[in-house]
C-alpha cells in the first residue's frame, strides 16, 4: 500500500509542476457573413493576434442548456487545424440560430514555440446577437467575442 501511495503523491506533485500558461492573443468569434446563397449566415472563427503561429490546434464544440425548460444537448463536434499564422485567421464552423439559445463552449488546445496552450471559451446562452456586436480584430467585420 505504501508504494502506490508515493506514487500518487509523485503524480500529484508533477501534475502540479506543469506549466499552464494563460491564453493570450487567441479568440473564438463568431461573425453573420453572406453565404454562397447569398444569404445571411453564421460562422464560427479562430483568431490568432500574436505574433507567433499556432499550430497543432485541436477545437472540441458543445452547446448545452434549457429551452423552455428542457434540457438540450447538441452534437459534440471536433475539428483539427493544421496551422494559423500569426495575425491569421481560420473558419471553424458554421453556427445556426436555434442554438444561440443555448451556451455554446469552443474548447481550444494548440502549440506555440512547443508549448502546449488550451483554453474554454463560451458564449452564454443569448449572447449571439446584434446588440452585442464589436468590431472583430483581423476579420474587417462585426461581431460576438467568446468569453
Known amino acids: 500500500m505504501g508504494h502506490a501511495d508515493s506514487g500518487q503523491t509523485e503524480l500529484i506533485t508533477m ?53 423552455d425548460k428542457e434540457e438540450r444537448q447538441s452534437s459534440v463536434l471536433r475539428h483539427f487545424i493544421e496551422e494559423v499564422p500569426a495575425q491569421g485567421f481560420v473558419k471553424v464552423e458554421p453556427i445556426i440560430e436555434d442554438l444561440f439559445k443555448l451556451a455554446n463552449e469552443y474548447w481550444v488546445s494548440f502549440y506555440k514555440k512547443a508549448q502546449i496552450y488550451d483554453k474554454k471559451f463560451i458564449f452564454p446562452p443569448d449572447s449571439i446577437k446584434y446588440e452585442h456586436f464589436v468590431n472583430i480584430p483581423l476579420l474587417g467585420n462585426k461581431g460576438v467575442i467568446a468569453e
Open 15 to 67: 501534475l502540479k509542476d506543469i506549466k499552464h500558461p494563460k491564453v493570450k492573443d487567441v479568440a473564438i468569434v463568431v461573425i453573420q457573413e453572406v453565404g454562397e446563397d447569398n444569404e445571411l449566415v453564421w460562422n464560427v472563427y479562430l483568431l490568432n493576434m500574436s505574433t507567433e503561429k499556432i499550430y497543432g490546434i485541436l477545437i472540441t464544440s458543445k452547446g448545452y442548456g434549457d429551452i
